[in-house]
């Protein structure tokens, strides 16, 4: 079985990079860009585009705004890569209470239909 901690590491925070990516692109930003700004590589960013990083879970409407005015915020220089710890773990936050990490940990971790073990703590 694998803890929630670890659904995170492998799946949740690679689609929040991805779907940042794909957003920062869409603004016009490239790729040596947004990986510096991510500090992440080049090509790493190369594979969150091309959905061979990240891809796979679909985030709700909610979840896909915080990233996109997150994306918004770098773009314009509101935002800079001191906030991608912070604005990633808020958004990882609401993931998890949005189900998707129940879901997901059902998915991947062969979890108990009747697990709680997600709903441990709750969002600021």
């Given at each position: 079985?694998?803890?929630?901690c670890?659904?995170v590491?492998?799946?949740?925070?690679?689609?929040?990079?991805s779907?940042?990516?794909?957003?920062?692109?869409?603004?016009?930003?490239?790729q040596?860009?947004?990986?510096?700004?991510?500090?992440?590589?080049?090509?790493?960013?190369?594979?969150?585009?091309?959905d061979k990083r990240?891809?796979?879970?679909?985030f709700n409407?909610?979840v896909?705004?915080?990233?996109?005015?997150f994306?918004?915020?770098?773009?314009?220089?509101?935002?800079?890569?001191?906030d991608?710890?912070?604005?990633?773990?808020?958004?990882?936050?609401?993931?998890?209470t949005?189900?998707v990490?129940?879901?997901?940990?059902?998915?991947?971790?062969?979890?108990?239909?009747?697990?709680k073990?997600?709903?441990g703590?709750?969002?600021?």
């Amino acid at each position: 079985m694998k803890p929630p901690c670890e659904i995170v590491v492998w799946y949740i925070i690679p689609a929040i990079r991805s779907e940042l990516a794909k957003s920062l692109l869409n603004l016009g930003m490239k790729q040596k860009k947004i990986s510096e700004l991510m500090d992440i590589t080049q090509p790493a960013v190369s594979q969150y585009l091309t959905d061979k990083r990240g891809s796979g879970i679909q985030f709700n409407d909610d979840v896909k705004k915080l990233i996109h005015e997150f994306a918004n915020d770098l773009y314009e220089g509101k935002a800079d890569k001191s906030d991608i710890i912070s604005r990633t773990c808020y958004i990882c936050k609401r993931i998890k209470t949005a189900d998707v990490l129940c879901q997901i940990h059902k998915e991947k971790g062969q979890i108990p239909v009747d697990c709680k073990a997600c709903l441990g703590s709750e969002v600021d």
